[in-house]
């Protein structure tokens, strides 16, 4: 009977293992097929679009209390809306990762406290010593928009998801410069979904001479930017070649020590005027987070200015001072060590650290984003 027992215990056993396997072989097709939405996008109703006359359309607004005002221990305040002399506009990366919609409604309550308090807090925040912070609400498309097989597809339906997005993203642009912004210097930042949009707000609106001539900088975090685009598509902004330089571009994504980011080539699209196109096999800029140069060196030292963990959320944990080099190699920003385990539990397969691309480095991109406002001011 023991024995029977045992054997069936050891069966048991043996098919959990194998379940588990399973599991984590197929993760990644499990996943798309749980946050697939499962029709077309001409298919489904897009929720109602933002009004972004409406403040309720925005996640960070000046002259009003959000978590885009707060500032960790230790760290210089934020400057006040009225003091501020240099707007930052932000755009949020993906918090919906629902498979009811292609785009997100803006009243979807899981989506909306992950960007209160893991973007608009954690991100958003680390521009508030250059200027005073507008962040619009905009009908994302879904997490799943970038895992479906585009290359599989005659008629790939993440892209039209993504147009749409864009759209209100333009759309909150136009508004904030017909409205708040009189003609005042303005930092464009971004992560994520956030930044690939970014990159066609660049091509479409940074070649006006007036608000080219207004852009502090752009930092679209966590995108991959083709290095060609510097001859092309974005000839009119050159990447960032030193900490202080104005009307350029920041660009950085974030591997530990054992980094293989050839699927994340393989999955990232970025916009070429209005076609989503591939970024796989093309030379990437990349920019160094903490020296803030495209030089290839590795910087790590002194020049860590504190990193951000994710917890507590209700404020803004006390900054950590991490003993790691970053180097770019091959449009990539490797860590040559990991972190510690407070920036470990969201690292995506194959030591990627893109959620972490902002709470690593939050306090080098405070300090930074400030020193470009203080530099562009001075040469006005």
Same mark, same amino acid.
């Given at each position: 009977m023991l024995r029977?027992?045992?054997?069936? @215990?050891?069966?048991? *056993?043996?098919? *959990?293992?194998?379940? +588990? +396997?399973?599991?984590?072989?197929?993760?990644?097709?499990?996943?798309?097929?749980?946050l697939n939405p499962g029709e077309p996008f001409a298919a489904m109703t897009p929720p109602p679009a933002p009004d972004y006359e409406n403040p309720d359309a925005w996640a960070a607004l000046p002259g009003r209390t959000d978590l885009a005002d707060l500032s960790p221990a230790g760290m210089a305040p934020a400057v006040s809306d009225d003091a501020a002399r240099v707007d930052v506009f932000f755009i949020h990366p993906t918090t919906y990762m629902s498979s009811e919609s292609w785009n997100a409604p803006l009243d979807d309550e899981t989506s909306q406290r992950i960007m209160q308090?893991?973007?608009?807090?954690?991100? @958003? %925040? @680390?521009?508030?010593?250059?200027?005073? *912070?507008?962040?619009?609400?905009?009908?994302?498309?879904? +997490?799943? %928009?970038?895992?479906?097989?585009?290359?599989?597809? @005659?008629?790939?339906?993440? =892209?039209l998801a993504l147009d749409l997005a864009y759209q209100d993203v333009a759309r909150a642009f136009e508004t904030y410069i017909r409205l708040h912004n009189n003609g005042r210097p303005f930092i464009l930042a971004s992560h994520s979904q956030g930044s690939l949009h970014m990159l066609r707000l660049l091509q479409d609106y940074m070649k006006r001479p007036d608000l080219l001539a207004r852009m502090v900088a752009a930092y679209p975090v966590g995108m991959s930017v083709?290095?060609?685009l510097f001859d092309g598509y974005l000839s009119h902004i050159p990447p960032c070649t030193s900490p202080e330089q104005t009307g350029c571009l920041? %660009?950085?994504?974030?591997?530990?020590?054992?980094?293989?980011?050839?699927?994340?080539?393989?999955?990232?699209?970025?916009?070429?005027? %209005?076609? +989503?196109v591939p970024v796989a096999g093309r030379a990437l800029n990349c920019t160094n987070p903490l020296s803030w140069r495209a030089d290839g060196a590795p910087a790590g030292g002194d020049l860590h200015k504190g990193a951000i963990p994710d917890e507590p959320l209700t404020r803004l944990a006390d900054p950590q001072m991490l003993d790691f080099n970053v180097q770019c190699r091959d449009g990539i920003a490797y860590m040559d060590v990991s972190p510690p385990d =407070?920036?470990? =539990?969201?690292?995506?397969?194959?030591?990627?650290?893109?959620?972490?691309d902002y709470n690593l480095f939050y306090g080098s991109i405070r300090e930074n984003a400030a020193l470009r406002a203080a530099a562009y001011l001075a040469l006005q």
């Amino acid at each position: 009977m023991l024995r029977f027992l045992a054997w069936g @215990a050891a069966g048991v *056993i043996a098919l *959990i293992a194998i379940v +588990l +396997l399973v599991l984590f072989l197929f993760r990644e097709q499990l996943i798309a097929f749980y946050l697939n939405p499962g029709e077309p996008f001409a298919a489904m109703t897009p929720p109602p679009a933002p009004d972004y006359e409406n403040p309720d359309a925005w996640a960070a607004l000046p002259g009003r209390t959000d978590l885009a005002d707060l500032s960790p221990a230790g760290m210089a305040p934020a400057v006040s809306d009225d003091a501020a002399r240099v707007d930052v506009f932000f755009i949020h990366p993906t918090t919906y990762m629902s498979s009811e919609s292609w785009n997100a409604p803006l009243d979807d309550e899981t989506s909306q406290r992950i960007m209160q308090v893991g973007v608009v807090g954690h991100q @958003a %925040s @680390a521009y508030n010593l250059a200027g005073r *912070i507008y962040a619009p609400r905009y009908r994302q498309a879904t +997490l799943y %928009s970038f895992m479906e097989p585009w290359d599989e597809l @005659a008629e790939p339906q993440g =892209e039209l998801a993504l147009d749409l997005a864009y759209q209100d993203v333009a759309r909150a642009f136009e508004t904030y410069i017909r409205l708040h912004n009189n003609g005042r210097p303005f930092i464009l930042a971004s992560h994520s979904q956030g930044s690939l949009h970014m990159l066609r707000l660049l091509q479409d609106y940074m070649k006006r001479p007036d608000l080219l001539a207004r852009m502090v900088a752009a930092y679209p975090v966590g995108m991959s930017v083709p290095a060609n685009l510097f001859d092309g598509y974005l000839s009119h902004i050159p990447p960032c070649t030193s900490p202080e330089q104005t009307g350029c571009l920041v %660009s950085w994504n974030t591997f530990g020590p054992d980094g293989n980011p050839t699927v994340w080539f393989e999955q990232q699209r970025i916009w070429e005027g %209005s076609q +989503l196109v591939p970024v796989a096999g093309r030379a990437l800029n990349c920019t160094n987070p903490l020296s803030w140069r495209a030089d290839g060196a590795p910087a790590g030292g002194d020049l860590h200015k504190g990193a951000i963990p994710d917890e507590p959320l209700t404020r803004l944990a006390d900054p950590q001072m991490l003993d790691f080099n970053v180097q770019c190699r091959d449009g990539i920003a490797y860590m040559d060590v990991s972190p510690p385990d =407070e920036f470990g =539990e969201l690292v995506i397969e194959n030591d990627d650290y893109h959620v972490y691309d902002y709470n690593l480095f939050y306090g080098s991109i405070r300090e930074n984003a400030a020193l470009r406002a203080a530099a562009y001011l001075a040469l006005q």
